[in-house]
């Protein structure tokens, strides 16, 4: 089985601009969450959606925002890019929201110039 | 949400050694998470601690879940370069949001 995939792998964007990420989780997962990681930090929690519904929302502005759709894919949209939005964006798909484990995919390597 | 700090930051040894990190939290966690991150990589489950004073290994490395409940450790017996990248701590909040921790990053060196 396919492991969680997210597009693009690499981004590059201006200040300013409007960026979109997408990711696929493990079929059979229906919660799908997203993380930003900035070098050297843990990852940390941005989106939580379950069956197409936000279940959770980290501490980020409202410049973020995500959906999930009736496949479970979800996509992760920033708007007015700013340079400390560069970072490693991840997804990670669970089977429920019941504490299950995490599986991360590869991420997007967002980089605002 | 749950704040949790992990010692050391980083830590470098000889292959063979022996390696521990520790994860602590002000407040009671339900439960806690370990993942692993390779360089360049993504955070990789590694195992979930749920009852107080829990033990779990899983061939050289071992996991407590301190019997307040409030610190974990993850100890790994003789490294190896295989064992190389960060370790993080996560309790699970609410809907399995989690938090991860600052990390502890291990090099290790023949």
């Known amino acids: 089985d396919a492991g969680v995939t997210q597009s693009p792998t690499h981004l590059i964007k201006t200040r300013g601009q409007q960026v979109t990420l997408r990711c696929s989780p493990i079929?059979?997962?229906?919660?799908v969450s997203w993380y930003q990681q900035v070098l050297g930090q843990g990852p940390q929690f941005i989106f939580q959606?379950?069956?197409?519904?936000?279940?959770g929302r980290g501490n980020f502005p409202d410049r973020f925002s995500a959906r999930q759709f009736p496949n479970y894919s979800s996509e992760l949209n920033v708007n007015a890019l700013l340079l400390g939005d560069s970072a490693l964006y991840l997804c990670?798909?669970?089977?429920?929201?019941?504490?299950?484990?995490?599986?991360f995919g590869n991420g997007t390597r967002l980089t605002v110039t | 949400g749950q704040q949790v700090m992990q010692i050391p930051q980083y830590q470098h040894v000889q292959e063979g050694e022996d390696f521990t990190t520790y994860c602590n939290s002000s407040t009671t966690l339900s439960n806690i998470q370990w993942y692993k991150q390779r360089p360049g990589g993504h955070p990789v489950f590694l195992i979930q601690?749920?009852?107080?004073?829990e033990v779990k290994k899983q061939k050289r490395l071992t996991f407590q879940f301190g019997e307040a409940k409030k610190n974990s450790s993850l100890h790994i017996t003789a490294t190896q370069t295989t064992d190389v990248g960060t370790y993080f701590c996560a309790p699970t909040g609410t809907a399995s949001k989690l938090t991860f921790g600052t990390g502890t990053r291990l090099q290790v060196t023949l």
């Open positions: 079929s059979g997962h229906k919660s």
């Open positions: 601690l749920v009852k107080s004073g």
């Open positions: 959606y379950y069956e197409k519904e936000e279940r």
């Open positions: 990670a798909s669970s089977y429920d929201v019941s504490n299950s484990p995490l599986h």
